[in-house]
């Protein structure tokens, strides 16, 4: 008799389990249409082959502005983005102390815009950046120095705690990502090839101190120790988006900040002529974030120099490597085809604009 | 012994207290019974039921709150 | 710590795996350190305060049981010497000496809980007068109250009164009482455990019994689901209700007072399923506070099923020792003299009635509002009294007394009665309450029961049918536990319908609870008592 209840609380902890994993996984958000960027954190955990010469970390100002496809065409640099919405300096560490746990890289680029944010900013920031990675001690840490006070650090083990309240709100998206995903990056790369020129941008207001914050700078010194440890090299960028304003004051604290340490800082926006960047048909936002022919350009442009300066090889002779990114150039081709076919039927890309989709009664 | 019945029988005529031997368990006896018969016991007996007496062992038959009056009364 | 917080949770596991795992005799000092940490985790000055009055009943205890002892050896020694009269006046001797170390113990006790509580309010109610003759009004403290203070305190004090009396011989080891009085799973909300009940089977040896602790985890499971499905999801309507008063009358008052209703019962019943559930997972039985209290047919009933251990403390420790009192006789004696049979033997009833009331209403919180409710609650005890012979009458030329429309009826009125007199706990002033109950009847603004304004209280479509899909089972698991235990009707069923139904009970929990973000924990609402 006693054995049969212990059989049958096994057997009830087993389908509780199974039940609650299952649940999880349709309570979360998929991401896969309107705020397609909480996807991309996962996306990395896909990629067959795990040696990358670059990594970038950071903000939309990476998985915006730079074409992986680009940098293995003109030069043969195998690179992956993992970059998040919104992600803040702590997130960015964290995610590269969990990438090693991968590979080693050659180069590491890290978009300084984020040094403008010295605290957690939102919960769903939060949440993008850090739920696509699987459970580890990496990931927990990172999201202790992430929550907001409202927030507690068991749901980031289980997510379900979480997420739970929007059995209310599912969608036949949330069926139909039930249990799979469709790639939206190109290694973490986020197409739009819609264009919306610069107009008027806003003056930029004047701060009381333009002083990055002391938790900005302890996780940017944790980056920095972190890649020499390693005997990574790493690329501070300001990349060319025009707004959020950067400051003079904030770039000559990146310069100093780059002699200090001895490393590499490129402000694009000096060389957007350099670049050939034309903010009339490059930026699909007005100028916050660069679209399809933008990114091209910078990634060729930032591309020469990674190539130069650290003497990343050519891998298009490697017929294995070749073989993959061939699959991610016909991918990649495929989306643009996509994207400008959309753009013609509708005049606006349909994952990226909810809203006009249910004004015009579509469901992507 | 009779005078107490008449107390009783005074709050709940339809009862035969004579032979009912769970008053308390029942619930024919609520606490304002309770109260309003001490106050007469007190005042036809001249004793004093304290608290703690207030226990269904003591009320559930007329013979056993006879019993208690008569041990108090005893005690004095 | 709340009971619906992870940090409960989490120590209740390490709590529980502890507890069948340590030398059986340890189990209690366990327990003991157990509630201790999760009392710290409350505030540490709280550990003070118990501590205060764990250690001054203790002692209260064995002086009282030290003079019965020298009453006992002295009398035995000196029993053919002394007379009648002797020993008489030695008892009396003894019992004035014990009763100066209980009064000192509850005016001690009851003194403290009285200046954390009633401070404020009392110098609320003074300035009131001071500022009538324009003088400078005192400033309110800052004291923050003891998690359960009004619970624990009751429990200690019902002790004390018991040893006094002889009941039982006081607790001579420290801890153990010290253990019965912050037992963690009463501090939160009660019930107001009597020692000689409780002592049963809290310092007894436990092994794990499978029955008895998934019956116990069954219990806490349903809390659960009272609690976070539905107590937590309709209190946003309710706060919306009662924060605007002025927006939301007539109709919407009828609304609010409802749904209080459910949030109070759901709320109460569901953290003490929890607090019973989690001591029956222990092997520690402790006493039943609610007998499915909405389906009363009237308010001296619904106050025996509502709330139960508060009910019979207040009876067992002021109303019965208040009405039995020497002072009450002799009041009671003279009121019959000069006022006649009839008001003379009311007098005890109604000054006991109205005092434990007023002592109600007051223990539930310091002002006005729940005076004036606790009043009122005695005022209508008292009135259904007096109406009684009517009833009768009534009932003897109409004979619908045993039909199930009118036996429905009476349940429907006493709940409509009780959630009316409830409104002074929403709005907590005793004004507005009044404004509002009588705007029921002056704005028949109905349509707002129609027209989609009720969508807009805080709860939207999908939250009204889970409550109403949850309102349902609590209806309908009240209705067939009137046959007996719905566990043990359960375990007669087939395993996997058993087993599935715990199943279904614990996803409704995780998927439907009210927690998280967007949802605020909300403290239960007796936790400041």
New interface residues.
Partial sequence: M?KM?TI??V??IL??TV??AV?QKL?MPKYMTQIVEGALIEEYYHEKIKDHDVIFIGDCEVYENFSPITLWEEYGITSFIRGGAQQLVWHSYYLLEDTLKYEKPDVVVFSVLAMMYNEPQR?AYNRMNIDGMPLSLTKLKMAKASMMP???L??YVFP???F??R??ELTSEDFRYWFKRDQISHNGYLMRVDVKPVGRLPSPRLLDDYRFGDKAYEYLDKITELCKKNGIKLVLIKSPSLYPHWYEEWDQQMVDYAQKNGLLYINMLNDIDEIGLDFEKDTYDAGLHLNLSGAEKAAKYLGKILQTKFNLPDRRNDEKLSAIWQEKIDYYNKMEQEQYRELEEYGYLLKFNMRRNQENNINP | MEELLKILEELHPEIDFRTHEHLIDDKIL???D???L???I??EFDV?????E?IPENFNSAKALYSLIERLKDED | MLFTS?SFIFFLIILILLYYLVPKRMQWKLLLLGSFVFYYFSGWSNLVYISVTIVSTYFAGLKIDELNRRQSAYLKENREKLTKDEKKLYKEKTKAKQWKWLLACLIFNLGILAVVKYTNFAIANINSILSIFRMTELSFVNIILPMGISFYTFKTMGYIIDVY???YEPERNIGKLALFVSFFPQLIQGPISRYDDLSQTLYQEHSFD?KTFSYGFERVLWGYFKKLVIADRIVAAVLTITKNPDTYDGVYVFVGMVFYAIQLYADFTGGIDITIGIAQMLGIEVAENFIRPFFSKSI?EYWRRWHITMGTWF??YI???L????P??NL??FS?KHLGENIG?RV??YV??LVVWFATGIWHGSSWNFIVWGLLNGVIILIS?ELEPLYSKFHEKVKIGDTFGFRLFQVVRTFLLMSSLRILDCYRDVGVSFRMFFSMFTRPNFRVLFDGSLLKLGL?V??YIVLALGVILMISFSLVQRRGSVREMLSHKP?VLR?SV??AL??TV??????????DSNQFIYNQF
């Fill in positions: 006693k209840r049958s609380i057997i009830v389908v509780i039940l609650s649940l309570l919960e409202e927030e507690d068991i749901t379900i705690l979480r739970h309240s059995w209310s | 609520d606490s304002f309770i109260i309003t001490i106050a007469e007190n005042d004093a039921i304290p608290a703690h207030i | 992870y009396r002889g009941k499978p001296a009876r067992d109303f019965y020792p009405s039995v009192c020497k009450m006789l009671s004696k019959r033997k005890p009833v006991s009635t009294q939207n999908h939250d395993v087993y715990y199943i614990f996803f995780l998927v439907f609870g009210a927690y998280g973000i967007g949802f």
